[in-house]
């Protein structure tokens, strides 16, 4: 029987519309205005008249901002697929805190500065690229588009982005690392099968993966909206990646050749010391992926890893109520500058980058707005996904008389 995929959508909507957390929530999940996703702290005054927008952009190049991508990726998947992209932690609080914590920090603009050239390129690790924005991992990426990660590979080297692999993604990390055409970094969600896990990692070794982020921040969680929203065997779109009676696994290329029956994917059996065991077995660097305290920035450290990453999984992995900016300073002071550290997690603006940077983050990374390019355009919603925070990121850094990345420093921020 045909899935009514307009009434499943509206009823995704109202669920998450009528979330306990309303209160600024409901901005964050659920709104139909382009302008008011995840815009959890605006006022409504901001929403009224001229700034209210609410047709579909028909190319990327109609795009002005990361948001107006949502909406037209929202109508083109089915209702499952946005329900794993949009959901949280419980009541979507995270979510939400994510991006209340860049209204707690002001900018502080600087006046007759030559900012006529303006250099946003980084390096890190031996790699020189465009941005300091680069493309996070995330899982299934074919539930967005037919050429899911292959497609955002390409998008990432014709603008020179850094794009981290996630464990879980539907094509292999030898057909992305040949569509990136440059050395990428790979996410690994451990196994309790040493083995296995191993396999993995010489596997993204041996593709050119120069990096290797260790995810620690899900020893468990609970996630409602795919739960919902989620029935695959109902869906006649759904049965390419979720064959009746087959498992998910099969179509995560990490997994070629794992019997998965008895094996735990997550980190709820971690320790810190399967850092240093990381460390041992491979020549790639280890970061840390999910760090949010002082404390554990120390321990990363200590344990040999090569780099942090305040992450919350855009608020799927805990109900902290704490966004990442607002945790990024204590690490950024507990790493005390001996590896990178870098930030993920509710980025939607060149200013929110520009308030990251400002507070030491290295490098910045963004999730769902790239889904957002990716469901609704393929590989140049991507790229106009990049173009448009880049763009964004140079026009603050003008504001703020920064002519590099180097250039910028807390001296631009004002904190509430």
């Keep these: 029987m045909p899935v009514d995929q307009s009434a499943s959508r509206r009823q995704l909507l109202r ?28 006022d409504d005054a901001v929403l009224s008249g001229a700034l209210k927008w609410t047709e579909l952009i028909k190319s990327p190049d109609e795009a002005l901002n990361v948001w107006d991508f949502e909406p037209v990726m929202r109508n083109a998947v089915p209702v499952g697929h946005y329900a794993y992209m949009a959901q949280g932690s419980d009541d979507f609080g995270t979510i939400a805190a994510n991006r209340r914590g860049f209204d707690r920090i002001q900018l502080r603009p600087r006046r007759l500065v030559d900012t006529t050239k303006v250099d946003l390129s980084v390096e890190i690790f031996g790699q020189r690229y465009a941005s300091p924005i680069f493309l996070c991992p995330v899982g299934a990426l074919q ?42 970094w790979f996410q690994l969600y451990a196994t309790d099968n040493w083995d296995a896990t191993l396999g993995m990692i010489k596997r993204a070794e041996r593709a050119g993966c120069t990096a290797l982020a260790l995810t ?54 971690l320790t810190w010391d399967y850092v240093n065991k990381l460390k041992g077995a491979t020549s790639m660097k280890v970061l ?24 919350n999984h855009g608020g799927r992995s805990d109900e902290s109520l704490r966004g ?21 997690s509710g980025f939607r603006r060149g200013t929110d980058v520009f308030k990251a940077l400002a507070l ?6 963004v999730g769902r707005p790239y889904l957002w390019g990716l469901g609704a355009f393929g590989q140049p919603g991507v790229e106009k996904v990049l173009d448009i925070l880049n763009r964004e990121l140079r026009i603050v850094m003008q504001q703020m008389g920064a002519t590099s990345i180097a250039a910028i420093s807390r001296a631009s921020l004002l904190e509430k």
């Excluded at 209160?23 to 659920?30: C, E, P, R, S, V």
């Design 324 to 344: 990442t900016i607002e945790a990024l300073p204590e690490v950024v002071a507990a790493v005390r500058g001996r590896v990178p550290v870098i930030v993920d």
């Design 360 to 365: 030491g983050a290295d490098l910045v990374g």
């Design 288 to 311: 840390v992926k999910g760090v949010v305290t002082a404390d554990d920035a120390k321990l990363a450290v200590e344990h040999g890893a090569d780099g942090v990453i305040v992450s």
């Design 143 to 184: 539930m967005f588009h037919p050429e899911g990660e292959v497609a955002v590979a390409r998008a990432a080297k014709a603008k020179n982005a850094l794009q981290a692999l996630s464990t879980v993604a539907n094509f292999s990390v030898e057909d992305v690392a040949a569509a990136r055409g440059a050395p990428g």
């Design 15 to 42: 669920f998450l519309l009528e979330s306990p957390l309303l209160y600024g929530a409901a901005a964050a999940l659920g709104s139909l205005d382009v302008l008011a996703q995840e815009r959890a702290a605006q």
């Design 216 to 269: 620690v921040d899900i020893p468990a969680r609970n996630l409602e909206p795919s739960a919902r929203f989620g029935n695959r065997a109902a869906d006649p779109r759904c049965q390419g990646c979720h064959a009746a009676g087959g498992s998910p696994w099969r179509l995560r290329h990490m997994f070629d050749g794992v019997d998965m029956t008895n094996t735990q994917m997550g980190s709820a059996f």
